[in-house]
């Protein structure tokens, strides 16, 4: 099994900027995509952003020009850099590793507010 350690989350108020980090360790699967998902209350998951194995990147429509998914120097580490942050990007974001099985972080809190 893949593990998954994320941190970086925190309370920030909107305009501030977070930098959350996820390392992906265990079992040695073929990893081809490795991104983030977040869920807020009362809403399904959605896919922020993701980096694929050979180094492109999705976002989502909401966080496109203020969020930057990119690799660490380490091997299946990846970042979510988060600026211009605002009240509704508040979710639980989770860190997401794309292989033969899926693994998921546990989840980190992201709550923006004044």
């Known amino acids: 099994q893949v593990q998954l350690v994320e941190s970086g989350g925190g309370l920030v108020q909107p305009g501030g900027s977070l930098r959350l980090s996820c390392a992906a360790s265990?079992?040695?699967?073929?990893?081809?995509?490795m991104g983030w998902y977040r869920r807020a209350p009362g809403k399904q998951r959605e896919l922020v952003a993701v980096?694929?194995?050979?180094?492109?990147?999705k976002y989502a429509d909401s966080v496109k020009g203020r969020f930057t998914i990119s690799r660490g120097n380490a091997k299946n580490t990846v970042y979510l850099q988060m600026n211009s942050l605002k009240p509704e990007d508040t979710a639980v974001y989770y860190c997401?590793?794309?292989?033969?099985?899926?693994?998921w972080g546990q989840g980190t809190q992201v709550t923006v507010s004044s």
């Open positions: 997401y590793a794309g292989a033969t099985l899926n693994f």
């Open positions: 265990g079992s040695s699967f073929s990893i081809y995509s």
């Open positions: 980096i694929f194995s050979e180094g492109s990147t």
